[in-house]
């Protein structure tokens, strides 16, 4: 398992994002090859969940099995050409796999290849050749049919929140953008907190990591930086909140021993029932109800 800071926050950031979707594999090993994948993931076979986060454009890339390659700076050729062996080393598995099942693969089933990057020049998108695709927003490419490959460069594409989910995987300007826009997300999004957390854990890894370069580790850090103080906050209020749980907790153990003089195990059953009711509530029920009352009233509700 590599060690690079931004390796391990890209295979973190799209299993979280992708797990709801289906299945992600990590680092997976092709069998009979000494090859691994970053991210191969296989879309979920049972109807879609309603309250699904919106990922925009990857919700779009998940919708066929792919494998996803990440890159920090620009691949060079022959980094190209090593993704394109793992597909196909990885489809010629999948077709093995099927033959002793006596079974087939349609074209559809194949996994798709996206190269997905902070830069990518004209100049290499020429030499793959990869061309646009007016379905598709700016920045993404298809590499041709038969390749079943396609290119995401990160600079190119535009500020709009179905490209946040890639975006935040930038550099520069764009990724602070992106970083932006995360935070300013409402605080009940299902992803925001997630994401925050791991934008932290990257930060703290490249503050120790010694595999990048002083210049690059500066700009990083400082575009991550707001991430980590929001992190900080919500944890901080988080553990107000707690806090104000625990003390509510301490506060209904105090007055059941002492009406009781004990906490048996009936009394600590009904404990979670009695803190969904206020103060006032729980603090006139203790005081003027028996023991069995209690018991009977708090485990009914249950």
Not at 21 to 49: A, C, H, M, N, Y
Not at 155 to 180: F, H, M, N, S, Y
Request: aromatic residues 8%; contains cysteine.
């Amino acid at each position: 398992m590599t060690k690079n800071p931004f390796d391990q926050f890209s295979k973190q950031f799209f299993k979280e994002c992708l797990s709801p979707l289906g299945e992600v594999k990590i680092s997976e090993e092709i069998p009979g090859e000494p090859r691994f994948v970053d991210i191969w993931f296989i879309p979920s076979t049972q109807p879609p969940v309603e309250d699904l986060p919106d990922l925009g454009i990857l919700t779009r890339i998940a919708e066929t099995p792919c494998l996803l390659e990440p890159f920090r700076k620009q691949p060079t050729e022959w980094e190209i050409r090593s993704c394109l062996g793992k597909l196909v080393h990885l489809e010629a598995e999948l077709r093995r796999e099927a033959r002793r099942d006596e079974d087939t693969v349609s074209e559809d089933e194949l996994p798709r290849l996206w190269i997905i990057s902070t830069t990518f020049s004209d100049e290499l998108l020429s030499k793959l050749p990869a061309h646009r695709d007016s379905s598709w927003p700016e920045g993404i490419y298809f590499a041709g049919e038969v390749f079943l490959t396609r290119v995401v460069a990160i600079d190119k594409l535009q500020r709009i929140p179905e490209t946040l989910w890639l975006r935040i995987l930038g550099k520069g300007l764009t990724q602070k953008q992106a970083v932006d826009d995360v935070v300013a997300l409402p605080r009940g999004n299902p992803k925001r907190s997630k994401i925050l957390s791991l934008l932290y854990t990257w930060k703290i890894n490249m503050e120790i990591s010694t595999e990048i370069n002083i210049e690059d580790k500066e700009e990083l850090l400082m575009n991550l930086s707001q991430a980590y103080l929001e992190w900080e906050q919500e944890t901080v209020e988080r553990g107000k909140e707690i806090g104000k749980e625990q003390e509510r907790r301490q506060v209904v153990e105090n007055l059941l021993l002492f009406r009781f003089s004990s906490l048996d195990p009936e009394l600590q059953a009904i404990i979670p029932s009695i803190l969904a009711l206020s103060p006032t509530e729980f603090t006139s029920m203790l005081m003027q109800l028996s023991r069995e009352e209690l018991i009977t009233r708090f485990n009914t509700q249950n």
